[in-house]
């Protein structure tokens, strides 16, 4: 049996287009779900399914030829990375959830008095710093969301923006951590260094994390603070325990393996044995809460099993979100769009930048995983930059800026789902957690929008714009003198 080649292009009846089509069906679908306040998963995947059997229609190649494509996109290594990640984080999560961190959250907040803005802005710093750490934006919105998110609701943190905060600080991290695949994807494909690219990117990150904090602080409080939880005074009582402050061991302990260079995946399988040995050790779980096997039901249960199980749902959507992305590159829309771009640039440093400011933006609205975006717009920004010797450096913080904040933004991009995602599956332990929509916390994450609007103001103004010498040196003004930087 020969074995099949893989497919390199499509050709579709609407030229080029023709290829955006599936995903801009899923995107048209996912903005009239969520602002029919019907948006979920699986009715998500629905309208990527329908996508692709639209393409299937509309293109000129056979139908084998199109689902070899559709099988090639369900493959490809970003969706895979992502989907492990969820899962090892959502283990991570409800293994320290089962020995009661959370009561142990609630019970220092309320003992210290942190509550309300403070608490959220708070949150944001901690969903920061561990990002930054474990290098997944993704596995940080699952562990906080898990973790931080009930104890943030009882102390009086306003639920839509709470859930914000750790999408601010998820986007912080996807954006500055060495050992994130955003980070690795940047500089990787502008053909530079890391640690160049993340000293160079420092200052936009903390430029805007600094008024973020600070809005969080401002706005973060429920209307009616701690009592606007109905009961709130026996809630505490209930939910306070300083003993699952113990499970702090198995969350420093990942942040400390992360921040000395080990894998994601490496550094939460230690933290999940260490985290089921002081829940079973110390008393605070039995192993019974972990993984349960269950022969009268023909069932196995836990925490275990149980942060697999939350995702499942959602890895099908977003394996169905990159197929739909696969058909875009197969069929050359990228190309014509960089080629008629270029022409309207005309020599223009200023448009250059602007220009692949708009395209990551467009192309993070339609490809809801960031990496996958970034994958897609690196190309693009390449060789716009190059053109007009832009150095790599300053090349990749705008691909990567923008494709962290974005996908933490949009009501339909991956981060923000799966923030939603995990708080609906938290409304089954929690009753005073209520269900809230994607698009209710579209502006509250600060982080993200001003991100955005600092590389808008840096294309525009050329603010720390640097070029690129003969030997890859920064240079303050452009090598050929030809070119404009207005």
Known sequence: ????????????????FGGVVPILIFVIWAIIASFLGVITTNGLSMGAIIGLIVGMAICKNSGDIYAQ????????????????????????????????????????????????GLFVAINFLLAAAFASAVGTGYGTVVAFATLMYPAGIIMGAHPVILVASICSGAAFGDNLAPISDTTIVSAATQETDVPGVVKSRFKYAITAAIPTFILYIILGAAPQGAAG???????????ADPSGLLLLIPFALVLILAFSGFHLLVSLTWGIIVGILVNVLLGLAPLSAIIHFNTQEATISGALVDGLAGYVEYAILILLIVACSHMIRLSGAMEDFREWITAK???????????????????????????AAEVAAAPFVRQIGKDHHIHPYRRANFLDAQTSALGYIYPW????????????????????????????????????WILLV?????????????????????????????????
Do not use: C
């Not at 939880?229 to 939910?239: C, N």
């Not at 020599?347 to 467009?362: D, F, K, P, Q, S």
């Open 229 to 239: 939880v109905e009961g709130t005074t026996a809630i505490i009582e209930e939910y």
């Open 69 to 116: 494509a559709v099988f090639e996109g369900f493959t490809q290594t970003i969706a895979a990375v992502a989907i492990v990640a969820w899962f090892f984080a959502g283990m991570f999560s409800e293994v320290l959830q089962a020995g009661g961190l959370v009561e142990g959250l609630v019970w220092i907040a309320h003992i210290t008095g942190v509550e309300g």
């Open 413 to 448: 991009s991956a981060g923000l789902l799966l923030a939603i995602t995990t708080i609906r599956r938290l409304t089954n332990e929690y009753e005073f957690i209520e269900p809230i929509s994607p698009a209710q916390v579209t502006p509250y994450v600060f982080h993200g």
């Open 345 to 371: 640039i005309n020599g223009v440093i200023m448009r250059a930048e602007l220009a692949y400011w708009a395209m990551v933006a467009l192309l993070n609205s339609v490809i809801t995983i960031n990496t």
């Open 1 to 16: 049996m020969e074995e099949e080649q893989e497919i390199k292009e499509l050709n579709f009846h609407l030229g080029s």
């Open 454 to 486: 600092i590389f808008f103001v840096a294309a525009i103004t050329g603010i720390w714009r640097r070029y690129e010498g003969p030997n890859g040196e920064e240079l303050m003004h452009p090598p050929n003198k030809d070119d404009d930087p207005s």
